[in-house]
Nanobody
Framework: QGRLVASGGGSEQAGGSLRLSCDAS????????MAWFRQGPGKEREGVAA????????YYADSVKGRFTISRDSTKTTLYLQMESLKPEDTATYYC???????????????????????WGQGTQVTVSS
């Protein structure tokens, strides 16, 4: 499978917004979970949001519900993470990821388990200052 290329990170003040993009043009076939993860300093990698390409259903970590939105563009080549009302605790390196086709990650919040994803983009840094 091909590359995932994340971009759009940067520095923002608390309360601000950022949009991350992930070039996923080589992942338009079949049904799969695609997700954003993040890893803060000294922390475990955690699932932020996921989208199931079969039906565009979305899944979110409790910490970002109502503030972050995961989506794909109409050509299905770009995965986005719109981040609103940013908080200092959102500071982390953000990664886009894709699971293998056909893997069901709905039950037990499996979508948030980074070990279920085979394909990873490079990280993009998000820094939120208070």
């Amino acid at each position: 499978q091909g590359r995932l290329v994340a971009s759009g990170g940067g520095s923002e003040q608390a309360g601000g917004s950022l949009r991350l993009s992930c070039d996923a043009s080589e992942y338009t076939d079949g049904s799969r979970f695609m997700a954003w993860f993040r890893q803060g300093p000294g922390k475990e990698r955690e699932g932020v949001a996921a989208l199931y390409t079969h039906n565009n259903n979305t899944y979110y970590a409790d910490s970002v519900k109502g503030r972050f939105t995961i989506s794909r563009d109409s050509t299905k080549t770009t995965l986005y993470l719109q981040m609103e009302s940013l908080k200092p605790e959102d500071t982390a390196t953000y990664y886009c990821a894709a699971a293998v086709r056909g893997l069901n990650l709905i039950a037990d919040d499996a979508w948030s388990d980074h070990s279920r994803y085979l394909y990873w983009g490079q990280g993009t840094q998000v820094t939120v200052s208070s």
